[in-house]
């Protein structure tokens, strides 16, 4: 009876842990939307997000332009700290991503400038489709990746 | 007027009614009255109450939070706005939050002071192991009701807070990435999230504690109230029961010799969190939880910000062992405590070392709450301007310096004047402590914490900045 009513139950608790990390590309813009030299903050939609999931289906990444075109074109980083996972946040004027929780500090390649992050910021696979630029989707945790 | 006769022998004949078809004599009654140490009379008696007081607020966290469950909704869309609507609109809404909101500090704070209170009168020494294991337990179990609880806010504090205990579980060896991914319940924060700490925040873990403060009653009873420790006077297992038993003989009855102190102890306990919520009503939420808002400044509520300040403080490197060491440490010597010190001394002048295991953690977390409180390693994200006062009588170029200062967000870690971050050094008074070429190297290289500036700042505004930190004298 134990088995009966605890075998299905455990596998419907379980199921995260058996369904397949998302491995899509996601446009997250035109490539003219990012000017050379800047980072900006972009936003990608979970591809099959829940009904009642509202803000939380979005999910943001840094967007650094560096280069006007080829394989250095772009850097695309998680927000999450490499510390905790708090957001970090860009200053445009100091060119660092500054982290409010604890107070990690990277340069605007990703590297780290300062405080307890133990590694640079992570970076998303991209790629250019056209004239948009598409990002891979990836799981939490983001800290054993890369 | 004897009408008035019959009406006042109504409730006598209730009680005799309820009596004979209940027979709570033999059963209930019996248990309320069993015999304690008659030292309880006495003013020490004041210190047995913190268990009762701790069972009233649990009790009225279940009230209130049956009450909130009426009208919360669950859901990542909807939850932020339903509790913004308890807390504005819905009539004593405000007052029903605040009443579980400050009845879940109350619930740390009194189980703590519970364990402090049976660990210094050594009542956890035989034969009363497994009270103290049972109630370890159930603070573990508050500990998790209140972290849960503080995710269903749905706030900007509620959602990072998810996202770093996901992350902290990842470091877990062997099953992070599993931890992660259950905690999530997915492969982001998102639909499926919320619902689970629902699920866990109002069924799961109040089973538990159900079961548990079952268990640890009971064992309260079977076992006996333990009687107030004296010193020279050490537990010595083969004598203690028969010891006890005497006491015993000489007893007074719980209910309600001792009882009375209890209730006032718990009424107390409950007045004091309904006058807090009656005053300063619910806490003001975050804003609503949004991945996509990195402007977010997450704060745990304030008896976890200790913790929060810790991971800020230790040096990177012993992360891994501090993140999922600490807590592994401090939970299994909890579990260990009965285990290894069974018998010997109960009164606490004769226990050192007792002493020094509350007051040390208790004074290093109280010092790490008041950091986690100022978090001056912070910077300072939102805007903010340097004071006139620093700012007069510049001249152009040490103008234009005092400008790179602030939009170069150098403001964000150091202050001049009072005005700035508290992460790196003071500036007020830079210009006496280094020279033109110390702080021009020392911009420009970075080093000690601090990042360098040179591919950020063009020479000609390393020179303006420069020239104008030589002027703070």
Redesign the interface.
Known sequence: MGGIVGLPILGYL?A??F?A??DELVPVGAISDFPLGETK?V?IR?PS????????????LWVRRRDASGPTMFQVFN??CT???????W?A????F?C????G?F??DGTV??????RPLFEREWEVSGDRLLVR?Q??????QG | MSWLRVVAKIPREIAAWLDERFELEDSVMAVLRHPVPRELERPVGWWYVLGSATLAIFVMQVVTGVGLAMTYVP????AYDSLQFISHEATLGAVVRGMHYFGAGAMVVLVLAHMTQVYLFGAFKFPREANWLTGSLLLLATLAMAFTGQLLRWDQDA??AV??A??????APLI???L???I??????????LTRFYATHVFLIPAAIFGLIGLHLYLVVKRGISEPPVAGLPVDRPSYRARYAEMLRRGIPFWPDSAWRDAVGAALAVVAVALLAAILGAPDLNK???????????RPDWYFLGY?AI??LIP?AT?AIVIVGLPLFAFTFLFLVPLLWPDGERHWSRRPGAIAAVALPLIAYASLTVAGIESP???K?EGGALPASVTQGLGDAERRGADLFV????F?CHAIEGAGGR?GPDLSHAGSRMSRDQTTARIAT?GG?????A??LASSELDDLVTFLLTRK
């Open positions: 379980l995260p842990l369904s990390p998302p903050l936003s979970d997000p829940l009904a009642w999931a509202g803000q939380t289906a979005d999910t943001a927000v999450n510390h905790l996972g708090c957001p970090v946040n200053q004027g100091a060119e660092l500054l409010p929780c604890h107070g500090v340069y605007s400038a300062g405080g307890p992050p133990p989707q799981p939490l945790p983001t800290v054993k | 859901a990542p869309n909807s959602f990072w996202v770093v996901a992350e902290q579980a990842a470091r992070g990435e599993w992660t991914r259950l999530v319940a997915g492969n982001n924060v998102g639909g499926a999230t609503p939880a949004d991945p996509t808002n990195v402007l977010a400044d997450p929060f991971l800020a990177p992360e390693w912070v910077p994200l939009s170069k967000a150098c964000a992460r970075g914490g601090m990042p360098a500036f591919g950020s």
